[in-house]
T-cell receptor, first 116, second 115 residues
Framework: AQKITQTQPGMFVQEKEAVTLDCTYD???????LFWYKQPSSGEMIFLIY??????QNATEGRYSLNFQKARKSANLVISASQLGDSAMYFC?????????????FGQGTRLTINP | DTGVSQDPRHKITKRGQNVTFRCDPI?????LYWYRQTLGQGPEFLTY????????KSRLLSDRFSAERPKGSFSTLEIQRTEQGDSAMYLC?????????????FGPGTRLTVL
């Protein structure tokens, strides 16, 4: 079974600072993908970044980067130069990459608050 | 807007009533997913379709729940004899088979309140 653990229920950061959101995972699969989604108060899940288990380089998308440490089974999200609009819930998720396996397994999320 | 749409956005019902939600995926997406999200938790997978075929169902999907995607386009999720424990946000997502990591695009959700 797959499991995602996000140990930070809430994070408070000053605007323009960098922030790291923690994510650890557990799986027996050799091939898997890791995702981060943002959920503002409006409720819609917004895809941020993806990391494949065989990707040798850490994924980056604009101000988002993923610190992937496979041996530690961690996939932390780093947001650089935080903005007020970054305040939201952030979810880490994983999916097995085997034929027929499509569901995402999500963690409990971290509520990020950016202070001006 | 060509994103995933869901209708209604909010539904309040009395215990024991039946409710039906609709999801319209992004037009070229052949995979469609339903998730349920309760307060303070991450979304939990319910079921998924590839075209019109329902390929996976979670054990969370009790006999009172049924989902369809009759023509491989929009999907409906029906809950019969609603219970207070069904109160949650129901999220629909879609993806395109063939894209390297099969990113799922989510709709705004339907928030169900069972009184």
């Amino acid at each position: 079974a797959q499991k995602i653990t996000q140990t930070q229920p809430g994070m408070f950061v000053q605007e323009k600072e960098a922030v790291t959101l923690d994510c650890t995972y557990d799986t027996s699969d050799q091939s898997y993908g890791l995702f981060w989604y943002k959920q503002p108060s409006s409720g819609e899940m917004i895809f941020l970044i993806y990391q494949g288990s065989y990707d040798e380089q850490n994924a980056t998308e604009g101000r988002y980067s993923l610190n992937f440490q496979k041996a530690r089974k961690s996939a932390n999200l780093v947001i650089s130069a935080s903005q007020l609009g970054d305040s939201a819930m952030y979810f880490c998720a994983m999916r097995s990459i085997i034929q027929g396996a499509q569901k995402l397994v999500f963690g409990q999320g971290t509520r990020l608050t950016i202070n001006p | 807007d060509t994103g995933v749409s869901q209708d209604p956005r909010h539904k309040i019902t009395k215990r024991g009533q039946n409710v039906t939600f609709r999801c319209d995926p992004i037009s070229e997406h052949n995979r469609l997913y339903w998730y349920r999200q309760t307060l303070g938790q991450g979304p939990e997978f319910l079921t998924y379709f590839q075209n019109e075929a329902q390929l996976e169902k979670s054990r969370l999907l009790s006999d009172r729940f049924s989902a369809e995607r009759p023509k491989g386009s929009f999907s409906t999720l029906e809950i019969q004899r609603t219970e207070q424990g069904d109160s949650a946000m129901y999220l629909c997502a879609s993806s395109f088979m063939g894209k390297s990591y099969n990113e799922q695009f989510f709709g705004p959700g339907t928030r169900l309140t069972v009184l």
